[in-house]
């Protein structure tokens, strides 16, 4: 662990968050668990924790690149990401540009249907209630956001999704949906914050279609980490892999 580590603020379900000695910033620290199915599948996979904040790292970057407010400082260790302290709003708004998942499970689309514009979806974050799909009047009455609030988070989540479209493409990944989270930093400005990795994308292969997400681990299958690796060797430049020590893949 690194040294700028403090006290324990918070434990989630596969992320630690940590007290700095500025009480503007924060550390994630990415975890090796990997949890499934409403908690109802777990496992700690070793090299997990690392991949999905250096993937978190670089697409944050990218986004900064284009005007999008994150809470992402640096990396301080290979999984502990330094960030901005951000008050944070109880919303998982989901972006979908294929349908697959529980869209199909419970709407009448086609499998892999495109959807464009994307499908933006918000659920309340919320264990006691099982994180239950929101709409706007509802997620204005519980006072989780105002309009004006949810029409500018809207908004930035298309600018995500067209930027971390196109860049991922590049790297012969389709984006087919993620979930992303949001708070307000100290000057009250709606600022990205959490992570966007395997955990919480859907990410096919170009080509085949094949997944580098955590739908392997939610299927039940071999090969969670490989992905997960898969993706780190795509998206990160060579100087990036060599800084960090990501393993070379063998083919
Ligand atoms: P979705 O299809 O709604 O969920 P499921 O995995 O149950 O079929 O998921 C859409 C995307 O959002 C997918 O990339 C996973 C991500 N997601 C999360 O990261 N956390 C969540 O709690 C949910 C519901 C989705």
């Known amino acids: 662990m690194s040294e700028i580590v403090k006290e ?9 968050v940590y007290k700095t000695g500025n009480e503007d910033e924060v550390i994630i620290k990415f975890r090796d ?11 700690t996979l070793s ?25 992402y400082i640096r990396l301080v260790e290979p999984n502990e990401m330094l960030t901005k302290s951000l008050e944070m709003i109880p919303l998982e708004v989901i ?6 998942g529980s869209l199909l499970r419970k709407y009448p689309f086609h499998k892999n249907q495109r959807l464009d514009p994307p499908v933006i979806q918000f659920d309340y974050k ?5 994180d239950p799909m929101l709409n706007d009047s509802i997620i204005t009455a519980l006072k989780i956001a105002t309009q004006e609030e ?6 930035i989540t298309h600018v995500i999704n067209k930027v971390l479209y196109k860049f991922l493409n590049e790297c012969g990944l389709i984006l087919v949906d993620f979930k992303i989270e949001f ?18 994308t859907r990410l096919w292969d170009i080509e085949t279609h094949d997944n580098f997400d955590k739908d392997i681990f939610r299927k039940g299958e ?11 060797d795509l998206v990160l430049t060579a100087e990036e892999k060599e800084k960090w020590n990501v393993e070379k893949i063998e083919m």
Do not use: M, W
């Not at 919320?126 to 099982?130: C, G, Q, R």
């Not at 009250?188 to 990795?197: F, H, K």
């Open 47 to 71: 090299k997990k924790g690392e991949y999905n904040a250096l993937i978190s790292a670089k697409l944050f970057e990218i986004l900064e690149e284009h005007g999008v407010s994150t809470q």
């Open 8 to 16: 324990l603020l918070y434990t989630g379900k596969a992320k630690d």
């Open 95 to 100: 972006c979908r540009n294929i349908a697959t």
């Open 150 to 155: 949810l029409d500018k988070i809207r908004e």
């Open 222 to 232: 071999k090969g969670v980490v490989d992905a997960y690796h898969r993706v780190v």
């Open 126 to 130: 919320n264990d006691v209630y099982h």
């Open 183 to 200: 708070g307000f930093d100290k000057e009250g400005n709606i600022v990205l914050g959490d992570e966007i990795s395997p955990d919480t």
């Open 33 to 43: 668990d990997i949890t499934a199915l409403d908690g109802g599948r777990k496992d």
